[in-house]
Structure formats: structure tokens, C-alpha cells
């Protein structure tokens, strides 16, 4: 099971950015799929959750501005982050909870500041 993230960058506050996690496997449709964060010096943190069914729930701290998407299809996971703050500034993560376990990508750096 491996997960690949990737859109990260430098924006600046109030852009947006979209994350994706890409999975490798068959177990991707079936599995509750997240995103955290971890802020230099800070503990990981999780921004938001979509399980196998589509369902979402967010932290308070992206709720209205960032949205969790699945494809299926494509085994890829999504975060759209909109009117992005310098708070938002982190190393983010995707994180699969599946039968076999739970697995982590090795995250991409988002930056927001002017």
C-alpha cells in the first residue's frame, strides 16, 4: 500500500490549492481516507475525513473553506483548500484506514504567506 501526495507550494493568503493522494492497491474504494497536518514543531493534526461512502467531516479549522473528494477511479483522494490563511502552513498528509491497516504518504509542504 503506498499513498503519493502531491500540491503543495507557496501561496499567497486568501489562494487556493488543491491537494491529491494518490493510492496504490485495490483496497482504495472500501477505505476511510483523511488529511492531516503538522505544523513545524506541532503534533499532526487531523483537517478532514471522507469514508468509503462519501461522507465528510472536517476540524473547525478548515470547515467552509476546505473541501474532501474522492475518485474512485482514479484512487485518488483531494483536498481543495480555499481563502488560505499563513495558520494553514504545514506539512500535509494523507492517511488510509483499511483491512490491512492503517498507511501514511510521506506529505507535501504547503506554505502560505506573502
Known amino acids: 500500500v503506498q499513498l503519493q501526495a502531491s500540491g503543495g507550494g507557496l501561496v499567497q493568503p486568501g489562494g487556493s490549492l488543491r491537494l491529491s493522494c494518490a493510492a496504490s492497491?485495490?483496497?482504495?474504494?472500501?477505505?476511510?481516507m483523511s488529511w492531516y497536518r503538522q505544523a513545524s514543531g506541532k503534533q499532526r493534526v487531523l483537517v478532514a475525513i471522507?469514508?468509503?461512502?462519501?461522507?465528510?467531516t472536517y476540524a473547525d479549522s478548515g470547515k467552509s473553506r476546505f473541501t474532501i473528494s474522492r475518485d474512485n477511479a482514479k484512487n485518488t483522494v483531494y483536498l481543495q483548500m480555499n481563502s488560505l490563511k499563513p495558520e494553514d502552513t504545514a506539512v500535509y498528509y494523507c492517511?488510509?484506514?483499511?483491512?490491512?491497516?492503517?498507511?501514511w504518504g510521506q506529505g507535501t509542504l504547503v506554505t502560505v504567506s506573502s
Open positions: 492517511n488510509a484506514v483499511t483491512s490491512r491497516g492503517a498507511f
Open positions: 471522507i469514508t468509503a461512502e462519501g461522507t465528510t
Open positions: 492497491g485495490s483496497f482504495f474504494s472500501s477505505s476511510v
